[in-house]
């Protein structure tokens, strides 16, 4: 079974950078697919950030040109370089993951396994 822990977050300025990381346990398949999504209170789960075996880096447009998705792979972990923060970047972001390595689920998103979270905070 496949295990996410996120860490990084905190609380950041306006304009200021955070690196989260997702650390995934129990995964073994090549076909990999991790994601980033965001929860803010009172608002629906918002797709941040993703990257596949399939698919280089990809993510919401609320976020293109600020944030970096990558992964190390040998790590079976991924990051999110945050840039140029705003309060509007307030929320749980959490860590989504393929859990078979099935070809066809690494296609569809959200992925099946997620992690708790790691709060982000940015003050004006």
């Known amino acids: 079974q496949v295990r996410l822990v996120e860490s990084g977050g905190g609380l950041v300025q306006t304009g200021g950078s955070l690196n989260l990381s997702c650390t995934a346990s129990?995964?073994?398949?090549?076909?990999?697919?991790m994601a980033w999504y965001r929860q803010a209170p009172e608002k629906d789960r918002e797709f941040v950030a993703g990257?596949?075996?399939?698919?280089?880096?990809f993510y919401g447009d609320s976020v293109k040109g600020r944030f970096v998705v990558s992964m190390n792979n040998a790590k079976n972990t991924l990051y999110l370089q945050m840039n140029n923060l705003t309060p509007e970047d307030t929320a749980n972001y959490l860590c989504?993951?393929?859990?078979?390595?099935?070809?066809?689920?690494?296609?569809?998103?959200?992925?099946?396994?997620w992690g708790q979270g790691t709060q982000v905070t940015v003050s004006a």
């Open positions: 990257i596949s075996w399939s698919v280089g880096p």
């Open positions: 129990g995964r073994s398949s090549e076909t990999y697919a």
């Open positions: 989504n993951a393929d859990s078979s390595g099935s070809v066809m689920s690494t296609m569809v998103l959200p992925y099946d396994t």
